[in-house]
């Protein structure tokens, strides 16, 4: 235990004389087990202590090599009960006492002095600095990154961009939507539509991550409007995802199988942005996140939801995401929508439990609020396009939670 109390532990060998040299005294290698040892210690040594031990054989001998770790919470090992043995003689015999602590001192092991008490708590010190520091840094980086967001929101107008990093990007959402400051937000719409196209059209193979960070920096914002109730701003990045979405379509058809795919993940991050109306009661959002019609043009044929739309052709080309066998996922639009959840933290902002991640695919889980939310909200817009998209009845909706879901809508559905 003496060797334990150095800062980084110490070793021991067993089966050696003075000089090191192997000596035959018959040792049974299975008491040297390092599950044995560890037992041996947890026993009658406070805290937790790591041993492992190894028997190598040198010249035919066997020789043990025990490493004793310092205590996991730093301090250094103190006997918590009295091991008491009996001699040869038959006189019982207290080798320890409750309370002792040994050191090493040259080669021999002696129980400590309070002289010695700086150099034991060294280790114990140390770590509680770096764990000081370490928190500290990380309040420095929460304070530098909300400095950066500063920065964007008190700047000029055209310095809120799509671009920034997510936290500086959030937190320059949140302080011009609290000030009340249109020209950037206006500003942003307008850029973030158009480079949203751009990508959409752009063959460069690392133009589709761009575009995914452009669209989870557009639902971030928007789902902001949602929870400062900052309906110029949900209007507005609406607005530029439906540009985006309509982009890429001849008439009310997708152009390609990708321009299809990326109005699925559009619809998606809608989905998500219902949901978190729903949660936060913000009834207002769900009409305009609802009705974005698709295909008004002469010629077209016309949905009152590009949700619904979005369905449709991605099931026509075959481009909604799989599972790994290459399976239909059901309820496959709140799966995505609960994917993005987890990516995009502007979407769960009202949650305070930690959001475990939720691949395409994977079984529910009871009590998952967010997924409950999602199934609400594919309820309500559902009815929000029944209702009031109103053309063409039941062509203008389709539930995605179907039988994977359906509980989890019974308290909506009231």
Known sequence: MSCSSHPHGGYLVVGVDDQGQPVATGLHTADFDSSRLRD????????????????HD???????LIYLARRADGLFPIVKSDFTYTEPGGAQKTALR???????????????????LPTLLAPYVEMARREERARIDGIVAVVRQ??????????????????????????????????????????????????????????????????????????????????LNDKNLVERLTRAL???????????????????????????RVLAAIALAVRIEAWWAVRPLTLQPVGTEPGAYERASWLRHAMVWNSRWNTAPTSADGRPIPGVLIAQARE??????????????????????????????????????????????LLH??????????????????CRVIVAAR
Request: glycine share 8%; with cysteine.
């Open 242 to 268: 439906y540009q985006i979405y309509t982009h890429g379509l001849v008439l009310d058809q997708p152009r390609r199988d990708v321009d299809a795919t990326v109005q699925f993940t559009i619809v998606a």
């Open 40 to 55: 041996i210690l947890a026993k009658h040594l406070e805290g937790s202590i790591d041993v492992r031990s190894a028997v």
């Open 389 to 406: 998209g109103g053309k063409r009845g039941t062509r203008d909706f389709y539930t995605s939670l179907g039988l994977s879901f359906g």
């Open 146 to 227: 909300q400095y950066r967001g500063m920065e964007a929101a008190v700047g000029p107008a055209a310095a809120l961009t799509w671009q920034l990093g997510q936290d500086d990007f959030d937190t320059a959402v949140i302080e011009l939507s609290r000030r009340r400051d249109q020209a950037p937000i206006r500003l942003l719409g307008f850029d973030i539509a158009r480079d949203g196209c751009a990508l959409l059209d752009d063959p460069d193979t690392d133009a589709s991550g761009r575009l995914q960070d452009l669209l989870d920096r557009a639902v971030s914002a928007l789902a902001y409007g949602i929870v």
């Open 340 to 385: 993005i959840i987890n990516r995009v933290p502007a979407l769960r902002r009202d949650v305070a439990a930690p959001v475990d991640a939720f691949a395409l695919g994977e079984t529910s889980k009871r009590g998952d609020t967010l997924l409950d939310s999602l199934c609400q909200a594919d309820l309500l817009w559902c009815l929000v396009a």
């Open 98 to 116: 409750a309370g002792d602590v040994f050191v090493r001192d040259g080669t021999s092991t002696r129980r400590w002095r309070s002289t010695e």
């Open 58 to 64: 040198i010249d035919n001998v066997p020789v043990v």
